[in-house]
């Protein structure tokens, strides 16, 4: 997998250019973003409507399904990394300041195969 | 920038710790994480639901509001990378191939400064 | 039911009213609506989440689950009728209009029990 | 308007017949339709993603664009209808009481031109 050897930066400096080339900075506010983020995610979600989460499960039998749930996944991807450009935001260390409140908020003792823990 | 040396991989391991800690892949069909990120994504947008794209883009300026602006950019992450944990797709290999497609799709001459060049 | 007698002109009526005398409409350009919208759905979704598609049929056991999930409704329902109002839009001519388009697409007989019937 | 004579079950009717004659009541748990709202407000929200409010406002001079935006609305207020089907909930009801709610923290005059009133 090319995640092993690919940095946060390097993805982000790939949609930093071509943002840039084509000078869609102006568009691109942290309102904007955050629309096309949830767009892109409707998107997503249009592939697992009406399926149940058994079948969604097996979305990667289907090629032609995969190719497009991970073009999708992708899209949403890009503009989280072009949302984090506009606010240079370090996106590594966000991940890893929420990983460690969500880890207090869902003890791994309480919250085993729990959805919803007692809190 | 920690996202200068982290990995993706490094990230979705981490995601994945948390998940397997608490057995909760059970609950993470494609179908349902395509749900958490629209949902996230959205309580991200309620932060810049009333303001216009200007005022959004001085979000950086007062600190509570951007950390709270932080941490719903981080729940989007990681149900990414959840995400692509769970269909087992190569993140950045996805991007990537994304980015030529949109690099064809919007060439950069005709997409100068057009948030809808011709095609 | 209230919604034997009530029309949809009644509710818009009282959605208008409320923004008015709050001086709300300079917030409410179709852009923002349509922002509220999609959070508003996402909250609603949100109560959706992590069940499968049986458990949310009996979402109307829970009474205090059912007394939120019916507010959530209500938030998306007055969004839209906020919105027909700002772009003075006629909802249930539009639902009509969408219906027989819909009727043409999904033809009976070729739709029946298919959610993807063959086009 | 048609919105001054239809009423709600009126809508909730056509929306009915159209569900049952495809025999589509199983595909509409609420889990699904709360997606589809979700993913319908996000083809809403398309149109605006790039524009800023006040060019949001300016849609209906384009007809194109404003019959575009109308079937938007309309498939939103179609799955909204269908979900209230399902739960068999009183639409009018729940918006009148989310009113009567909304006043109460939104007092009128504390409210007057600003989104976020102190609370």
Redesign the interface.
Known sequence: ????????????D??RR?VD????R??H????L??????E?????????????????R??DDPAK?AA???E??????Y??A??N??????????????V???AK?P?DL???R??PPT
Not at 29 to 32: A, F, G, Q, W
Not at 73 to 78: E, H, R
Not at 86 to 99: H, P, T
């Open positions: 997998m090319a995640d092993a050897s690919t940095t946060l930066a390097e993805l982000r790939l949609v071509f080339e084509r000078d869609w102006q568009f506010s942290p309102k904007n955050s629309m096309s983020l949830a767009i995610a409707a998107e997503l979600m249009e592939h697992f409507q009406w399926i149940d989460a058994a079948e969604s499960r979305v990667g995969l749930v991970r073009e996944i992708a899209d949403v991807c890009c989280l990394l949302l984090a506009e606010l240079n935001l370090d996106l590594s260390a966000a991940v890893r300041d929420k990983m409140k969500n880890a869902y791994a919250s085993r195969g959805f919803d």
